[in-house]
């Protein structure tokens, strides 16, 4: 029972374009979102996250939306760069301090 | 230098004996957990701890055990009982009641 989704497995893109990774998730009791980055070999570093109180985060080129009645999250990296190429996982908690569930990842690749 | 480290990074065993993997952290976090990552699929939960000397099962434990006897080390016994053992093994640890989770580097287990 997958009750984060991530549709895409893999995405390509130029340098200096945006990135969209997108993230669905059926479980409407989930209110606390992060966006983990895998790079071949290390283990998922954190990348950004978003409470279910806000519909927007922003750090830097990183900005992650969400859309609560649509059960959708999404990460724009803007302008992208060949250092972001890597395994981008969505992630989805209910309050803080439990257990997550991960999407399957989206391979993102950057071309020069 | 503060960090999660997981050893060994490979680890081969034959099939029907019990292996354990080791995850050390000296973050002085609470809470730690033992995900599983296998080809197209998110990393799934085995088990994890919030505190000294208690434990509970995630989605996935049968076939394995672990122990929390120090707050630095969370080892995690891959029994003979698991089907497909066969996987790479993420730990990770974050402070109690927080959703960021820092992982280590992962150990990839092959059973023969």
């Known amino acids: 029972d997958q009750q984060v989704k991530q549709n895409s497995p893999s995405l390509s893109v130029q340098e200096g374009r945006i990135s969209i990774l997108n993230c669905d998730y059926t479980n409407s009791m989930f209110d606390y979102f992060l966006w983990y980055k895998k790079y071949p070999a290390e283990g998922p570093t954190f990348l950004i996250s978003?409470?279910?109180?806000?519909d927007k985060n922003e750090d830097g080129r990183f900005t992650v939306f969400l859309n609560k009645s649509a059960k959708h999250l999404s990460l724009h990296i803007v302008p992208s760069q060949p250092g972001d190429s890597a395994v981008y996982f969505c992630a989805a908690a209910r309050g803080v301090g439990n257990d997550m569930r991960f999407g399957a990842g989206t391979r993102l690749t950057v071309k020069p | 230098d503060g960090g999660i480290t997981q050893s060994p990074k490979y680890l081969f065993r034959k099939e029907g004996q019990n292996v354990t993997l080791s995850c050390e952290q000296n973050?002085?976090?609470?809470?730690m957990y033992w995900y599983r990552q296998d080809p197209g699929q998110g990393l799934r939960l085995i088990y994890y701890s919030q505190i000294v000397n208690d434990f509970q099962k995630g989605d996935i434990a049968e076939g394995y055990s672990v122990s929390r006897e120090k707050k630095e080390s969370f080892p995690l016994t891959v029994t003979s009982a698991q089907k497909n053992p066969t996987a790479f093994y993420l730990c990770?640890?974050?402070?109690?009641?927080?959703?960021?989770?820092?992982f280590g580097p992962g150990t990839r287990l092959t059973v023969l």
């Open positions: 978003i409470s279910s109180i806000k």
């Open positions: 973050l002085n976090h609470d809470a």
């Open positions: 990770a640890s974050s402070i109690r009641g927080a959703n960021e989770q820092f």
